[in-house]
Structures are given as structure tokens and as C-alpha cells.
């Protein structure tokens, strides 16, 4: 098997080379883009799913479609570490540029620049991180220029909706981990774009983050649910699963055989990033061209290791010592979701004990919430990556990963700083 041509992808955000069982959420950008262009409401997107299913993917296959379709795009992804006005504002002015140089139009592009200035200005001693990207142009006065998020990033997308209107185009923005926003942000966004649907301005928001973002903008704005449309992108069920493993490796005469494919969708339970990994490693290790389970077996340690560094490992190295040994409880109490109260039990401490390393988790992307009480990782399988990898006597320290861990610890352990970074 000639390693070059291996056909499977695993990567962060890779294309995989079929691209399985997410037709109708595909459709459903269709719809919103074409409705839009020809002044029809429609509801913005927002997909939501654990780490692993593709969605990166799919933001990115939306917006070639997009583009496909007339639009001008932009593309940002959120993170802790840098405010959505400081990203956003660079691409922005790009995209103002790019209508600029469409012919025998008006001055709204103009505007939308000035406007764009004004909101930088104003926000660049609030938040930090900006600078002025290059805009040799007077600020509007009075518009976009408070300094508050909320008021103002309405007023800018309201400016670049009108420019792409003059100019008979439309404009897509795509947000990759939508739920890095602050709250003020992810408010301010949920303002601009109920204004943008009010006026029926060419402008539409496809963006994807973890399940948590349906309750965050909920919490924000009540009206969030009548503004975005929240498709859950899941693992694959086993016939589309099977159709991602078997079609690539067709086209080079190339087969599974179907106990091979069953060891694989019962090891990966179907999550795409996952799926690549099992192939890419089968196809490497297989010396003829059928697929068979031998190999399957012979790369499980392999393909583990390699999800290990590229998609566990990644996360993990971010985490204190007490977040790790959150995470860790968890993890010993089986598959999720967890009950707070459980985890609580698990360390013979209080449930309010456990309230602010749970909320530095969500807030890094760790783990959420299903519902009222309970906690889950937002990383599939996990809980398996925990157990295999770390164990910590109550002091913190590591210990082998098969010794067992205590199922309590001493009260004397059990108090609110438990989990914090120095025990």
C-alpha cells in the first residue's frame, strides 16, 4: 500500500475525502443564503457538537458554497485569548476594500470604512489588542463609536449589510468556536444580527462551537431561538460511518472487509476525526489490498497512541494539576453525563466546592453541561483518554495509571480548595 496515496486525512479541521451524512445541514446553508439574496427571511446558523465531528469541516465547506453563490465572505475563529472586535475589524476592512473595487456603485462602502474606523477607535482603549488597521480615512461621528460593544457592532453591520446591498452583493460571516465569545460579545453579535434580519440587509452568520451555545445565547438574548437555527452535528451512524471508510479506498481498488469495518465503528463510535485516524493507519499497515481485521487489530495501539498526542494530549497539556483532577473524577465514575453531586461525593466534599473549577472548565472548552445537574466532556471518549494516561494520589501526585484510585478522599482533603492549582 503505497503511503503517498493514502486517501485519509485526520487533522484538525482536514477535509475528509468523503464527506458523509451532512447533506441536510450542507442544504440548509443553501437554503439560507439564496433566501437572503433574494430578501426572504431566514434563520442564521449556529451548529453545535462535540470536538471531533466535523464541523470545522462543514464551516468551511458553507462558506465555498457561499462564495459559490455571489457571497463575500469572512472567517474568524474565537479564542481566550483575543476579543472578537480585533478579529473581526481586519477582515472587515478587507471585505469593504474588496466592494470598493466593484464599479459604478455608491458611497455606502465609504461609509461602512469610516464607520469601521470609528468602532476600532472607540473600542481600542476599552479592550486593548486593536490597533488601526490601516484606515487613512475620517471616523463618522456618532455611529459605531461609543465604545459599547453591544450598541455598536449593530450600527457597523448594519453599515457593511447596506454596502453590500448597493453594490447587488451579499455577505457571509463565519465564527469557528462561538463560544469562546464573552458574554457582552456573544449579546452584542445576537444584537447586530437580529438588526440585520429586521432591515432584510444581505447578511448572514454561519457559525459552530460546542452544545453549550444554545444556553449561552438563550441566557443573552430571549430571542436568540426565533433568530438562529441550531443544527447538531453527531458521530456518523454506522452505514454513513462504513461509506466514509469504503468510498475513499474504492477508487484505488481498495477494500474493508466487514469484520474490519465493524472493529472500527465499535472502537471509534463513528466520530469522523476518529474514523480518519483508524483509516489512515489501516491503510498504511495493510500489505495487501484488502483490509481485513488482523490489521485493524495491529494498529489499535498505534492509532490509540496517535489520538493520544494529536487529540487528547493537546488539550490536556493546557489544564492545572486541579483541573486535571477533576477531570480525572470524572473520568473514574464511567461514561457521562456526571452528576455534579456524584462527583462531589466521589472527593466527600460539598457540591458548591466544585463550582469554580467546573466554571474554568466550561469556560476553556472541557467540558458542559446537558442539562440542569449534570456534566459532561465536551471531547469524545475522554474519559477513557483519563483513565489511561494519569492517576493522582489525593496529594496530587502521579501515580501508575492501572493503580487504583481512592474512591474517597480524607476529609481534610475536602475542602474548597481541592482542585486548585497548588494542591
Known amino acids: 500500500m503505497d503511503h503517498i496515496t493514502n486517501p485519509f486525512s485526520p487533522g484538525a479541521g482536514t477535509p475528509p475525502p468523503e464527506l458523509v451524512g451532512r447533506e441536510s445541514i450542507l442544504a440548509q446553508t443553501h437554503v439560507l443564503f439564496e433566501r437572503v439574496k433574494i430578501k426572504r427571511s431566514e434563520k442564521s446558523l449556529i451548529m453545535i457538537g462535540l470536538r471531533g465531528v466535523g464541523k470545522t469541516v462543514l464551516l468551511n465547506e458553507a462558506r465555498r458554497k457561499s462564495e459559490a453563490s455571489g457571497y463575500k ?46 468602532f476600532v477607535g472607540a473600542l481600542r482603549f476599552s479592550i486593548g489588542g486593536i490597533d488601526n488597521i490601516g484606515l487613512d480615512i475620517e471616523s463618522l461621528k456618532g455611529v459605531g463609536d461609543s465604545g459599547d460593544i453591544e450598541a455598536d457592532l449593530s450600527e457597523l453591520f448594519v453599515a457593511v449589510g447596506e454596502a453590500a446591498e448597493e453594490r447587488g452583493t451579499a455577505v457571509s460571516i463565519f465564527i469557528d ?14 444584537m447586530a444580527m437580529h ?19 444554545p444556553e449561552l445565547a438563550g441566557d443573552s438574548k430571549s430571542y436568540s431561538e426565533r433568530l438562529f437555527s441550531f443544527p447538531e452535528i453527531g458521530p456518523l451512524p454506522k452505514d454513513e460511518a462504513t461509506v466514509a471508510l469504503v468510498a475513499p479506498v474504492a477508487k484505488f481498488d481498495v477494500t474493508f472487509t466487514d469484520l474490519a469495518l465493524d472493529e472500527i465503528y465499535k472502537t471509534t463510535c463513528g466520530y ?19 483490509i481485513d481485521i488482523d490489521v485493524v487489530l495491529k494498529v489499535k495501539d498505534l492509532a490509540t497512541a496517535r489520538l493520544d498526542q494529536n487529540f487528547f494530549r493537546v488539550r490536556f497539556d493546557r ?8 477531570l480525572r473524577s470524572m473520568a473514574e465514575l464511567g ?9 462531589a461525593t466521589s472527593h466527600n466534599i460539598m457540591p458548591k ?30 474519559d477513557e483518554f483519563m483513565r489511561r494516561v494519569m492517576r493522582f494520589e489525593p496529594n496530587g501526585t502521579t ?3 492501572n493503580a487504583p484510585l481512592p474512591k474517597r478522599l480524607p476529609e481534610s482533603l475536602g475542602g474548597p480548595d481541592l482542585f486548585s492549582e497548588g494542591n
Open 272 to 290: 469522523p476525526y476518529f474514523l480518519q485516524e483508524w483509516g489512515y493507519q489501516s491503510w498504511n499497515s495493510s500489505d495487501s489490498k484488502i
Open 319 to 326: 489544564l492545572t494539576p486541579g483541573e486535571k483532577r477533576f
Open 195 to 213: 438588526r440585520i434580519q429586521q432591515l432584510q440587509l444581505p447578511l448572514v452568520l454561519v457559525a459552530a462551537g460546542l452544545p453549550i451555545l
Open 177 to 190: 468556536e462561538l463560544q469562546y465569545l464573552t458574554k457582552p460579545e456573544l449579546s452584542a453579535l445576537i
Open 73 to 118: 465572505s469572512v472567517y474568524i475563529e474565537a479564542h481566550e485569548d483575543k476579543r472578537l472586535p480585533a478579529l473581526l475589524a481586519p477582515e472587515l476592512r478587507k471585505l469593504l476594500f474588496s466592494l470598493d473595487l466593484i464599479v459604478n456603485a455608491g458611497d455606502k462602502v465609504k461609509r461602512g470604512l469610516a464607520i469601521l474606523r470609528g
Open 399 to 401: 501515580i501508575p495509571h
Open 335 to 343: 461514561k457521562g453525563p456526571y452528576r455534579t453531586g456524584e462527583i
Open 353 to 382: 466546592s466544585i463550582g469554580p473549577v467546573r466554571a474554568t472548565l466550561i469556560k476553556k472548552g472541557m467540558i458542559y453541561s446537558p442539562s440542569h445537574g449534570e456534566l459532561d466532556f465536551t471531547v469524545p471518549m475522554f
